[in-house]
């Protein structure tokens, strides 16, 4: 079992910026592919980014070029960097992991992550 979380939300204005962090805990062991989603009200839960043991990542189009995910594999942390950050940004993020050595690639889909955060709200306003 593996343990996750996210802290670091708040409410920024349009353009500002935040860094949400996502510490695990747990059976941490073996290469892991991590993920970050968000869920707005109302809407579906969305993958935005996910990362692989070896840093490779894979963006949404709707975050590409203003988020930047990182990992700190000694302090068993994920991070999500959020420039440029815009009302539509609005929701409650999470973190996901798979199990260990599972396929890594593309963005994100929530039902290839078996474990769970209890989410961070990000609200921006304009």
């Known amino acids: 079992q593996v343990q996750l979380v996210e802290s670091g939300g708040g409410s920024v204005q349009a353009g500002g910026s935040l860094t949400l962090s996502c510490a695990a805990s747990g059976d941490t062991g073996g290469t892991r592919c991590k993920g970050w989603f968000r869920q707005a009200p109302g809407k579906e839960r969305e993958g935005i980014v996910s990362i692989d043991s070896a840093g490779s990542t894979s963006y949404a189009n709707s975050v590409k070029d203003r988020f930047t995910i990182s990992q700190d594999h000694a302090k068993n942390t994920l991070y999500l960097q959020m420039n440029n950050l815009k009302p539509e940004d609005t929701a409650m993020y999470y973190c996901?992991?798979?199990?260990?050595?599972?396929?890594?690639?593309?963005?994100?889909?929530?039902?290839?992550?078996?474990?769970w955060g209890q989410g961070t709200q990000v609200n921006v306003s304009s």
């Open positions: 996901a992991a798979k199990l260990p050595f599972r396929y890594c690639s593309g963005t994100p889909s929530q039902t290839d992550f078996p474990y």
